[in-house]
Nanobody, 124 residues
Framework: QVLLVESGGGLVQAGGSLRLSCAASGLTFSRYAMGWFRQAPGKEREFLAAIVWSHGSTYYADSVKGRFTISRDNAKNTVYLQMNSLKPEDTAVYYC?????????????????WGQGTQVTVSS
């Protein structure tokens, strides 16, 4: 059974940083890609970043490129999202997700497993 558990969300002032973590279990990691998404109130869930677990290739949405960094720790089976220069419009619930085919797609439908989400609030 695949289990994804996010942590690291919270309240931060604009310009600040947060690092989100996603602890994963029940996966055959070498085959998977992991993604980060977010959903703000009244908006659709959007793709932020993805990483192919086996070789570490990364992909980013234009809206976060240069500010957010996705990475993984093989020993801890954990994926991270380092978020810098945060803006009030980054306020949302942040989710990690697993894609068992390793496509690292920007499409939500390609991800079979999701975490419960962690709230990030950026104050102005």
């Amino acid at each position: 059974q695949v289990l994804l558990v996010e942590s690291g969300g919270g309240l931060v002032q604009a310009g600040g940083s947060l690092r989100l973590s996603c602890a994963a279990s029940g996966l055959t990691f070498s085959r998977y890609a992991m993604g980060w998404f977010r959903q703000a109130p009244g908006k659709e869930r959007e793709f932020l970043a993805a990483i192919v677990w086996s070789h570490g290739s990364t992909y980013y949405a234009d809206s976060v490129k240069g500010r957010f960094t996705i990475s993984r720790d093989n020993a801890k089976n954990t994926v991270y999202l380092q978020m810098n220069s945060l803006k009030p419009e980054d306020t949302a619930v942040y989710y990690c997700a697993a894609d068992r085919y390793g496509s690292a797609s920007t499409s939500l439908s390609e991800y079979e497993n999701w975490g419960q989400g962690t709230q990030v609030t950026v104050s102005s």
